[in-house]
């Protein structure tokens, strides 16, 4: 088994430097000074076709080049991406909907204000203080809460230290700005919902029964049609 990876290389030669790991005896095996495509072609044609179909299992993230190395020179070995890159992928998804949202709230607040407010100053207090800026603020100052893991020991602990939005009237705990921007977005409600149960076929799966649920939990979204 080996495990790929880039780090910040040389400035005068490569912006990443490429390195190969034993996961195992948690030793570096080699490091190459760029991880491009050629680079990496170049290193791993050298390397003995019996070596390298003794490779069973290769982990990286999702970068390109090594699944094209991979491919290309180890035909015997089964890709493992990196279980943090394929969740920042629906991570980065619910994301893209939270600011999708909070533009659209954004824009609704600023745009009711100029129906009855004459001049900037009143439009921009008026647009403060209405209930679409404050899903505004609140979905800015807090996305942290939308991608959190549940299924994670250190849940309650996390949403505690994340500390309070300050609100001149109510302090918010931020279980209670979670439930807020929930129960206000059915969008941001349906993804959250699904991120959760993404969250657990990663940290309870079984290799029996991962393929499986994968594959439903990518029906269901399908079926939501969003």
Known sequence: CLCFDEFSGPAFFSKYAFIIVDPYKSEIIDIVPSNKQNYLFNYFKKIPLEERENVKYIVTDLTNNYKAAIKYFFPKAIHIADRYH??????????DLRIKTMKFHLNAAYNIA???AKDETAIERAAKESDDYKIYYILKRNY????????????????SNLGKMYNKKTPYTNQELLEFILNHDKDLEEAYSFLQ???????TATIEDARKKINEWINEIKKSNK
């Open 86 to 95: 394929w969740i920042r992928i629906v991570i980065d998804a619910v994301q």
């Open 197 to 203: 149960k993404f969250y657990k076929i990663a940290y």
């Open 144 to 159: 942290k809460l939308l991608s959190y893991n549940t299924f994670d020991n250190n849940y309650e602990t996390y949403l």
């Open 114 to 116: 100029k129906t009855y």
